[in-house]
Nanobody, 125 residues
């Protein structure tokens, strides 16, 4: 059984930064490609960043490109999402996800097999 758990959400002012963490258990992180998605009230879910098993390949949504950075530390079984220059429109529940298709930084929801419970990020104006 594979488990995924996010942490690090909170309240931050516009222009501030937060780093989200995602810990996996059940299988070593190197087995997986990983991603972060978000769900804001009244909006469709959006995959914002993805990374291959090695960390050598990444993908980003246009809405966060240049502000968010996804990274992973396989030795710690942890994936990170560094979020800089945060905007009120970044307010959402952020979810971490894992896929067995570890060679691609896929931005397709259907490719992900395991999801965490989410962590709230709120950006005040």
């Amino acid at each position: 059984q594979v488990h995924v758990a996010e942490s690090g959400g909170g309240l931050v002012q516009t222009g501030g930064s937060l780093r989200l963490s995602c810990a996996t258990s059940g299988r070593p992180l190197e087995y997986f490609g990983m991603a972060w998605s978000r769900q804001a009230p009244g909006k469709e879910g959006e995959l914002v960043a993805a990374i291959t098993w090695s960390g050598g390949g990444t993908s980003y949504a246009d809405s966060v490109k240049g502000r968010f950075t996804i990274s992973k530390d396989n030795a710690k079984n942890t994936v990170y999402l560094q979020m800089n220059n945060l905007k009120p429109e970044d307010t959402a529940i952020y979810y971490c996800a894992a896929t067995w298709e570890r060679g691609r930084a896929t931005m397709n929801f259907a490719d992900y097999h395991y999801w965490g419970q989410g962590t709230q990020v709120t950006v005040s104006s």
